[in-house]
């Protein structure tokens, strides 16, 4: 999806300004962003802003004959794969219903011949309004893809929905509707089950043994196959992300349970084992918090082992997951350690990487994919485009393109 481009409209709401957030979001997993800001929006969003983080020019008029000679409001409305109009407002929705060209957002709705999605946000009740309803009905109808707002607090003060959907759900959305058709369900039917963040192994009832494991790699991995229309079931410990939409979140705290919720979920056709399992946890959860006894009297705490969950799974006699997928987080001598991890747990492939940097709760990540063909070295890059290229490293499997005896009859 790396050479997509949205063209980006934004309307005159509170909300615009998550539209920042999202041209930012969507720039890290490769697609570009060009502007356009409705007079209105630009009470709410500086052009000034929008195209430092688009990195493009920024459209505003109508008849600006600078902008005409470079690139006429018919081209501009072509030249993006998707229109996006962001926040869409009670008032754009109504031009667009009627086919008013007033201003260059609602003439490039009208002259487009790509697809456009519209993200709503305004007060509940204008949302709610009966010709608001007719409005979006009519959208639909006419082939606009038009999502529906959160409920919850509005900046109004008032409660309901017509809050912007969340920027994760709106980026899920474009990069749906940017996929081309006959990609959209190579993962269809299958399960793959996903673990993810770190587990937590209780000292007492307020302390635990855990890691730094933030979950974003295994939660990007997670969303990434369910795009590809696999169903997943994302087996998470403790984690500050939300849940992903389309996906069966089982949360746990222990290595225990982490182990008992994957089990629980098989059959699978995949096991993506992303978690940060604690290798240790105290022999003994004491019920009552413990007490300090005293100077230099500190508990020593005894460790047993937890389960090796990808061990175990990799090695079921019945209802090994077809495809086992580990990762091997390393400071040193990377691929040597991946290749032993891929022996020593009877997986197919490693996922490896180099941790001694911010990788853990970092924003990016860079990898490399051991099979038992050898090492694959991918660029650093977002952990969401380290998702979408396993997740289609994985479809590539599944669907066979990977299987030499496929490629030889091919
Ligand atoms: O041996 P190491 O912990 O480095 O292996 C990492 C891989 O093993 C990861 O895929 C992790 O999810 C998995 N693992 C596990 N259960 C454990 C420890 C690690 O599934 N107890």
Same mark, same amino acid.
């Given at each position: 999806?790396? +050479?997509?481009?949205?063209?980006?409209?934004?309307?005159?709401?509170?909300?615009?300004?998550?539209?920042?957030?999202?041209?930012?979001?969507?720039?890290?997993?490769?697609?570009?962003?060009?502007?356009?800001?409705?007079?209105?929006?630009?009470?709410?969003?500086?052009?000034?802003?929008?195209?430092?983080?688009?990195?493009?020019?920024?459209?505003?008029?109508?008849?600006?004959?600078?902008?005409?000679?470079?690139?006429? #409001?018919?081209?501009?409305?072509?030249?993006?794969? /998707?229109?996006?109009?962001? =926040?869409?407002?009670?008032?754009?929705?109504?031009?667009?219903? #009627?086919?008013?060209?007033?201003?260059?957002? +609602?003439?490039?709705?009208?002259?487009?011949?790509?697809?456009?999605?519209?993200?709503?946000?305004?007060?509940?009740?204008?949302?709610? #309004?009966?010709?608001?309803?007719?409005?979006?009905?009519? /959208?639909?109808?006419?082939?606009?893809?038009?999502?529906?707002?959160?409920?919850?607090?509005?900046?109004?003060?008032?409660?309901? =929905?017509?809050?912007?959907?969340? @920027?994760?759900?709106?980026?899920?959305?474009?990069?749906?509707?940017?996929?081309?058709?006959?990609?959209?369900?190579?993962?269809?039917?299958?399960?793959?089950? @996903?673990?993810?963040?770190?587990?937590?192994? =209780?000292?007492?009832?307020?302390?635990?043994?855990?890691? #730094?494991?933030?979950?974003?790699?295994?939660?990007?991995?997670?969303?990434?196959?369910?795009?590809?229309?696999?169903?997943?079931?994302?087996?998470?410990?403790?984690?500050?992300?939300?849940?992903?939409?389309?996906?069966?979140?089982?949360?746990?705290?222990?290595?225990?349970?982490?182990?008992?919720?994957?089990?629980?979920?098989?059959?699978?056709?995949?096991?993506?084992?992303?978690?940060?399992?604690?290798?240790?946890?105290?022999?003994?959860?004491?019920?009552?918090?413990?007490?300090?006894?005293?100077?230099?009297?500190?508990?020593?705490?005894?460790?047993?082992?937890?389960?090796?969950?990808?061990?175990?799974?990799?090695?079921?006699?019945?209802?090994?997951?077809?495809?086992?997928?580990?990762?091997?987080?390393?400071?040193?001598?990377?691929?040597?350690?991946?290749?032993?991890?891929?022996?020593?747990?009877?997986?197919?492939?490693?996922?490896?990487?180099?941790?001694?940097?911010?990788?853990?709760?970092?924003?990016?990540?860079?990898?490399?994919?051991?099979?038992?063909?050898?090492?694959?070295?991918?660029?650093?890059?977002?952990?969401?485009?380290?998702?979408?290229?396993?997740?289609?490293?994985?479809?590539?499997?599944?669907?066979?393109?990977?299987?030499?005896?496929?490629?030889?009859?091919?």
């Amino acid at each position: 999806m790396s +050479s997509k481009r949205i063209l980006l409209i934004i309307g005159g709401g509170i909300a615009a300004y998550k539209s920042l957030e999202l041209i930012r979001e969507l720039g890290r997993r490769g697609i570009a962003s060009r502007v356009i800001v409705t007079k209105a929006g630009t009470e709410f969003v500086t052009p000034l802003s929008v195209a430092a983080l688009s990195g493009d020019k920024v459209y505003t008029e109508l008849f600006n004959l600078t902008d005409e000679t470079e690139m006429g #409001h018919i081209e501009l409305s072509r030249s993006a794969d /998707l229109l996006v109009v962001c =926040p869409a407002t009670a008032d754009l929705m109504a031009k667009a219903v #009627h086919g008013h060209a007033n201003d260059l957002a +609602s003439t490039t709705l009208l002259a487009t011949d790509k697809p456009v999605l519209m993200v709503p946000a305004m007060n509940v009740r204008m949302w709610g #309004h009966a010709a608001t309803q007719r409005n979006v009905a009519q /959208l639909r109808a006419d082939g606009v893809t038009v999502m529906e707002p959160d409920e919850g607090p509005m900046a109004c003060g008032e409660f309901g =929905p017509g809050r912007l959907p969340e @920027v994760s759900r709106i980026v899920a959305e474009i990069q749906a509707m940017l996929r081309p058709p006959a990609d959209k369900k190579r993962l269809a039917g299958v399960h793959a089950l @996903v673990t993810a963040g770190p587990t937590r192994e =209780p000292l007492d009832p307020v302390r635990y043994l855990s890691n #730094h494991s933030s979950g974003k790699q295994g939660y990007s991995i997670a969303i990434a196959l369910a795009a590809e229309g696999a169903r997943v079931t994302l087996v998470s410990g403790p984690v500050s992300l939300p849940a992903p939409e389309g996906v069966d979140l089982v949360k746990v705290e222990t290595a225990r349970d982490m182990l008992k919720a994957c089990e629980d979920a098989l059959p699978a056709d995949v096991f993506v084992s992303v978690a940060a399992v604690a290798d240790w946890r105290p022999v003994k959860t004491a019920t009552q918090k413990l007490k300090l006894k005293g100077k230099g009297a500190a508990p020593a705490i005894e460790l047993a082992e937890n389960p090796d969950i990808l061990r175990t799974l990799s090695n079921k006699k019945k209802k090994r997951p077809g495809l086992v997928i580990g990762f091997a987080a390393e400071t040193e001598e990377v691929e040597r350690h991946a290749n032993e991890k891929l022996a020593r747990k009877g997986c197919d492939w490693i996922v490896a990487n180099d941790v001694s940097g911010d990788v853990m709760g970092g924003l990016e990540n860079e990898i490399a994919l051991i099979t038992r063909d050898g090492a694959e070295r991918w660029p650093r890059m977002p952990k969401e485009q380290v998702a979408a290229r396993l997740a289609a490293r994985i479809a590539d499997q599944i669907s066979g393109r990977d299987d030499p005896q496929k490629l030889a009859a091919e």
